[in-house]
Nanobody
Framework: QVQLVESGGGLVQAGGSLRLSCAAS???????MGWFRQAPGKERDFVAV????????YYADSVKGRFTISRDNAKNIVYLQMNSLKPEDTAVYYC?????????????????WGQGTQVTVSS
């Protein structure tokens, strides 16, 4: 079992930055971890994923160049640094974990999920 707890969401103006954190516990060894988001009335979409070693990262086209995912395995924490935020980034952001290869993450629903943290970007 893997438990995930997100933090760091909030309200920010367009152009601003936020850093989300995801604290993981349980059997996380070798798991890739990532972030998804869900806006009101829309499906949950892939945002970013990072491999266990941190050597591989993938991003949705909509966030490339603005968001950066990283992890600290010693602390069991995954981060999502979000810069140049836009109103369309407003959503509930979910941390996730799965042992599938990172190359498959855009097409899967990860096994483990956090409860989500709200990010609101005002124009």
């Amino acid at each position: 079992q893997v438990q995930l707890v997100e933090s760091g969401g909030g309200l920010v103006q367009a152009g601003g930055s936020l850093r989300l954190s995801c604290a993981a516990s349980g059997r996380t060894f070798s798991y890739a971890m990532g972030w998804f988001r869900q806006a009101p009335g829309k499906e949950r979409d892939f945002v970013a994923v990072i491999s266990w070693s941190g050597g591989r990262t993938y991003y949705a086209d909509s966030v490339k160049g603005r968001f950066t995912i990283s992890r600290d395995n010693a602390k069991n924490i995954v981060y999502l640094q979000m810069n140049s935020l836009k109103p369309e980034d407003t959503a509930v952001y979910y941390c996730s974990a799965d042992n599938s290869p990172t190359t498959r993450w855009k097409a899967i629903m990860p096994e483990y999920w956090g409860q989500g943290t709200q990010v609101t970007v005002s124009s």
